[in-house]
């Protein structure tokens, strides 16, 4: 991992261990451990009654109601687990650009969710979302499901599959092979053209809460504010392409408009399948403390 990443990624880390993340509204699963899950299991905690089936352990048989009732009833207690975590970062080139905080506001971000995970008692795994509009769209980073110094994380990188003009959709299919009932955590600017519904559904499929986090630059929610204006050049930072264009009151009032209408799609789509979008701009981040508003709007606490 390049060291300005690292660093990065050290410095949210030691942020959230201060915190931890807060629980979906669905009871997440994981292996056994010591919170308490949403199913039947072998700690102390009552669930629940119900009539006695055969092979039903006979130690749990509740001789008080028996002897009232004549009937043979089981008590059941609640599992015990170890809830889980999944990251999944984007790692495309428009998540490092020139001149941006954006790739170390990531890595921070990472951190400070892997913190809390980690301060939560929860396991975690990491994943680079390659995101190429066919074929694998991830990896799982090595060293991502151990402690923050064993990440190797692998760089932000345009995908070399990509031909020109197709969108970049990271998306959870592929080789990603996903912990059911678990927490999802999404970092991406959803920069690219696909529909919020269907990419929205595929991360939320089996999971137990989604949350996605945008990471936007200062110049991605407003390039008139970061002094863009006039004849420019414009590179697109995954394809190549080169587009000459002017940016004027009314093109910057276009583009403006686009982006509010596509978060606004997001929203609705999350929405959908009970997810919630956190929008973070890089520049706040590397600047002060994420974790504030990850806090009010209920991922951290």
């Given at each position: ?25 669905r009871t997440p699963a994981g292996a056994a451990g010591e919170r308490l899950g949403g199913r039947v299991g072998s700690s102390v905690e009552f669930m629940d009654f119900r009539a006695y089936a ?56 990472a951190g400070l969710l892997a913190g809390a995970a980690e301060a939560s008692r929860w396991s975690t795994r990491l994943f680079a ?173």
């Open positions: 991992m390049r060291p300005d990443l690292r660093e990065a990624a050290v410095r949210g880390h030691a942020r959230g261990t201060a915190l931890s993340l807060a629980p979906p509204a055969p092979g039903d352990d006979l130690r749990r048989l509740d001789w008080a109601a028996y002897a009232r009732t004549d009937r043979l009833i089981t008590r059941l207690y609640r599992e015990e687990v170890t809830p889980h975590c999944d990251l999944l970062v984007d790692a495309t080139a428009s998540m490092d650009l020139p001149d941006a905080p954006k790739a170390a506001a990531v890595m921070r971000v979302l390659d995101a190429p509009a066919e074929g694998p769209v991830g990896r799982e980073v090595p060293g991502g499901n151990a402690g923050l110094e064993a990440w190797d994380w692998p760089g932000f990188a345009e995908s070399a599959d990509r031909g020109p003009g197709e969108a970049k959709t990271p998306t959870v299919r592929g080789p990603l092979r996903l912990k059911r009932q678990a927490l999802r955590i999404v970092v991406s600017d959803l920069l690219f053209e696909a529909d919020p519904e269907a990419v929205a559904a595929r991360f939320a499929d089996g999971a137990a809460g989604l949350t996605v986090v945008q990471l936007l630059c200062e110049r991605d929610a407003d390039p008139g504010g970061d002094g863009f204006s006039g004849d420019v050049r414009l590179v697109d930072a995954e394809a190549g392409l080169l587009r000459e264009a002017r940016l004027d009151a009314a093109a910057l009032r276009a583009y403006r408009e686009a982006l509010r209408a596509h978060t606004e799609r997001w929203v609705a789509a999350l929405g959908r399948v009970d997810a919630r979008l956190v929008t973070l701009i890089a520049e706040d981040v590397v600047a002060g403390d994420a974790a504030k508003t990850l806090i009010e709007r209920g991922v951290l606490r």
